[in-house]
């Protein structure tokens, strides 16, 4: 496996939009639910391939707060294999060192999923190889209100001063409060949106955008996007010297 020429060149947090699953399946001719495990399988390899190629932090949008508006059929099947990749990935997180977080409201969540949730981010806080964020029940707007919402519950019972709000202080609400902002928010599956993710972490993340559906996003592929973003001028609103 080839790794990053300068370790400086490669990005430090990925965030995937695990797009295409659907597609994918359709095309064989299989059930949706059908794509959803294969997208699911594909996971291990890409948490995997993340030390090799520098990246400590890893961040994969699982289901979002709009995915919700699927049939009966798709969501329970999601959820049930949430609940499944939990329970047989517990053994290789601990294995490679991976420090599972989940990022997203859980409060929709069926409670047997959420017990799995924290047992398995207790199991695995002190790993320190790979950091994987699963956004689960995630939207950036619904994240930011839910942040917004505490944060003038702090200001009403006297423990912020408003004139402290800043984007310093703003973040530290946010359910992503631990992790560095993300430096490459990788696309699958050709379409060229965000779909809610990561709205205000994500404000000078590169972007790319992919046509390859997510059970087919091998390491392979994964590596090529990484090398195309050690290419890149990151300016962050300064001028090119
Ligand atoms: C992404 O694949 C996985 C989830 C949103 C849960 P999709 O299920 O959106 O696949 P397409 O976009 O319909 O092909
Ligand atoms: C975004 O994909 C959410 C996940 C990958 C979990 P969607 O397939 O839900 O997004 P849209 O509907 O195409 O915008
Ligand atoms: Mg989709």
């Not at 949730?117 to 994240?143: H, K, P, V």
């Not at 205000?200 to 390859?212: C, G, K």
Request: proline content about 4%; charged content about 30%.
């Amino acid at each position: 496996m080839s790794k990053l020429d300068k370790k400086q060149d490669g990005p430090r947090h990925v965030a995937i939009i695990m797009d295409g699953n659907g597609r994918w399946a359709t095309q064989k001719g299989r059930p949706r639910i059908f794509g959803h495990q294969a997208g699911a399988k594909r996971v291990r390899e890409i948490v995997e391939a993340c030390p090799d190629n520098n990246v400590k932090y890893l961040t994969i949008f699982a289901f979002s707060t709009e995915n919700w508006k699927r049939t009966q059929t798709e969501v329970a099947g999601l959820m049930s294999l949430f609940r499944r990749y939990i329970i047989k990935e517990a053994e290789n997180f601990m294995k490679e060192g991976v420090c599972v977080r989940f990022i997203g409201d859980r409060i929709k969540l069926d409670k047997k999923l959420r017990k799995l949730m924290d047992d398995i981010e207790e199991m695995t806080a002190n790993n320190t190889r790979t950091n994987l964020t699963i956004a689960l029940n995630y939207g950036g707007r619904d994240e930011v209100a839910r942040a917004t919402k505490r944060l003038a519950e702090d200001v009403a019972e006297g423990r912020l001063n408003p004139k402290d709000v800043d984007e310093e202080t703003l973040p530290r609400y946010l359910d992503t409060y631990v992790l560095p902002d993300p430096d490459l928010v990788i696309r699958t599956s050709g379409e060229a949106r965000i779909s809610n993710f990561l709205l205000w972490q994500s404000a000078y993340a590169e972007y790319e955008f992919i046509e390859t559906l997510w059970p087919d996003f091998t390491p392979d592929v994964f590596e090529k996007v990484l090398k195309g973003y050690g290419t890149r001028d990151r300016r962050f609103g300064g001028a090119l010297v």
